[in-house]
């Protein structure tokens, strides 16, 4: 029997919802609904140190002004710190996370050593300095171990096929930093999973994690759900939109203006009636990604 659709919208409490997050929520909702299946939110504060108080009722509240419910009660990252342990550990015991002692500096110095000055996102390449053990440092971090992991292929749903090598793009990333706080991947990874997620449908900024999740679930014996990244906002400079460049939070006041500038973005024709929009995208979107009726 086939899995049943479920699909999330994991917003991050570190501001409130702007035009970019709204496609992303747009379009994970209107994939659930032409699924016929059930859509949830769940609020990614695991790293404390970047949300905001309040901010998830901010966004829950943005959400339903624009008739965007969740089919649950929103799970919060924050209360579900036992799970990630859990993770971490059948990592450790597997063999696929080590310890890891080194600073931002001590990386900055073994990459220039090594001559490797390829920077990430503003993110180097982790060049492996602990996989063999500490060298005598305290320890700070869990990393996870790529470097028996093969290139990945998977296939999504708007961008097509799609291909990494972790190892060599990223490097061994980080399960657990040193304040304690696990790192959204491994988060995100148990949550998907743990609450039956068939269906990733998330920003295209976010496209890029998609591998380092699907080794993570291999490792813990985890199903990969199917992904599907959404077209990104620009800014007028061609920039991403974020919560952290100021984007404009949005005019909930006017929600069918708000919606169909978050449908355009998704190639969706614009609506004239808050009362039907919905429906109708549902019934283009099924169109657009060749559901059946
Ligand atoms: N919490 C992440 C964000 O707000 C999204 C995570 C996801 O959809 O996988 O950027």
Redesign the pocket.
């Known amino acids: 029997m086939a899995t049943p659709y479920l699909g999330?919208?994991?917003?991050?409490p570190?501001g409130p919802l702007h035009a970019g997050?709204l496609v992303?929520a747009l379009a994970s909702w209107l994939d659930a609904r032409a699924h016929g299946g059930q859509w949830l939110v769940r609020i990614?504060d695991v790293d404390s140190t970047r949300c905001q108080r309040g901010m998830d009722q901010t966004l829950l509240r943005q959400l339903a002004a624009l008739n965007l419910h969740s089919d649950g009660p929103p799970v919060y990252q924050s209360q579900r710190t036992p799970l990630y342990q859990q993770a971490l550990d059948q990592l450790i015991a597997g063999g696929h996370a080590y310890l890891c002692g080194c600073s931002r500096r001590d990386i900055e110095l073994a990459l220039q050593h090594s001559g490797q000055p390829k920077p990430r996102h503003g993110e180097r390449v982790y060049p492996g300095t602990c996989r063999h053990g500490l060298h005598g440092r305290g320890a700070r971090a869990w990393r996870f171990n790529t470097q028996a992991q093969p290139r990945l292929h998977w296939q999504d749903r708007r961008l097509g096929e799609q291909a990494q090598d972790v190892a060599l793009a990223v490097g061994d990333f980080i399960l657990q930093r040193a304040d304690g706080c696990f790192a959204?991947q491994l988060a995100?990874v148990v949550d998907d999973a743990a609450q039956g997620i068939s269906d990733?449908v998330?920003?295209e900024?976010?496209a890029d994690?998609t591998a380092r999740q699907i080794l993570l679930q291999r490792a813990l014996h985890l199903p990969t759900p199917r992904y599907l990244h959404t077209p990104l906002v620009l800014g007028p400079h061609g920039e991403k939109l974020s919560k952290q460049n100021g984007a404009q939070a949005l005019d909930t006041e006017h929600p069918l203006a708000t919606l169909n500038r978050a449908a355009a973005v998704l190639g969706l024709a614009e609506q004239h009636a808050l009362a039907d929009a919905l429906a109708n995208w549902v019934a283009q979107w099924r169109c657009l990604y060749n559901l059946p009726p």
């Open positions: 999330r919208f994991a917003p991050s570190t997050s992303a990614e959204y995100v990733v998330r920003g900024d976010l994690n």
